[in-house]
């Protein structure tokens, strides 16, 4: 791939082991120039930028591995459980909101004894057994 992104990961996962608990979140580089992944979302600060993914250390915010969205059409689930590699083994507690968050990613992670927490939205849908105490929740919340 890009021999600077890889050495970076490579230091990432070398230099430190995470805990227990670990967290998803995503990253904007700004970045205006020429570049065919540069992504755009005008509700935010810095509206053009490099989208990264990252799984981070809940506790220090340590990066512990991460990719660079580049539109090759990858699942999200997939993206995730590449994120996650060997950490899945460790059982870990994950906290994620709710992009990464969905019935059938939850369910992954239980099968595979891994804990998760995080927001749901009703968009993405919502398990039978919270539809009661979901009504409450509107579209796009």
Do not use: H
């Not at 990264?52 to 506790?59: E, G, I, N, S, T």
């Not at 059409?73 to 990464?100: A, F, H, M, W």
Request: proline residues 4%; contains cysteine.
């Amino acid at each position: 791939m890009w021999p600077a992104y890889e050495y970076f990961v490579q230091k990432f996962r070398s230099v430190y082991s995470p805990k227990q608990e670990l967290s998803l979140d995503e990253a904007r580089i700004p970045w205006r120039g020429r570049l065919k992944f540069k992504t755009y979302n005008p509700g935010k600060i810095t509206k053009y930028g490099v989208l990264v993914r990252m799984l981070c250390d809940a506790l220090s915010g340590y990066i512990c591995n991460m990719e660079i969205y580049s539109a090759e059409r990858k699942k999200l689930e997939d993206t995730v459980l590449s994120l996650l590699g060997g950490n899945l083994d460790l059982n870990p507690d994950i906290y994620q909101d709710d992009y990464y968050n969905s019935v059938r990613l939850s369910q992954t992670f239980l099968d595979r004894n891994v804990r998760v927490c995080g927001t749901i939205s009703a968009n993405w849908g919502i398990p039978r057994n919270l539809e009661g105490e979901g009504k409450c929740l509107k579209k796009g919340q």
